[in-house]
């Protein structure tokens, strides 16, 4: 006995089969190109909508200051760096637009 189909309809049977099953896994990687494509698209659209929002929010100049001082005290020992006067003034103004 072996294993080898008999017939020639068992033979093409077989060979429809196979390509039944070759269009199917390539239909299905198209799919999931497609899909991963769109997936990407909308991180890329949601993280940007997240850093907007960010950037927007308004206390990001005293953010921006406060990183520029830490900066400047981190590569000099003037003592103006270490100075918060500015911080502070702009803080308070941040208030007055936000609560005014």
Known sequence: MTSEP?????ISLE??????????LS???VIR????????????????ETCMKIAKH???PIVE??????EKAANTMNKASFDMED????SILSNKSIYG
Do not use: W
């Open 15 to 24: 060979a429809e089969r196979s390509i039944l099953l070759q269009q199917a």
């Open 33 to 48: 190109v497609q899909k991963m494509k769109a997936g990407i698209s909308l991180r890329k659209r949601q993280n940007s």
């Open 6 to 10: 008999s017939t020639s309809t068992e």
């Open 27 to 29: 239909q299905a990687g």
């Open 87 to 90: 911080v502070k003034i702009k």
């Open 65 to 70: 200051l406060l990183f520029l001082k830490c």
């Open 58 to 60: 308004p206390l990001i």
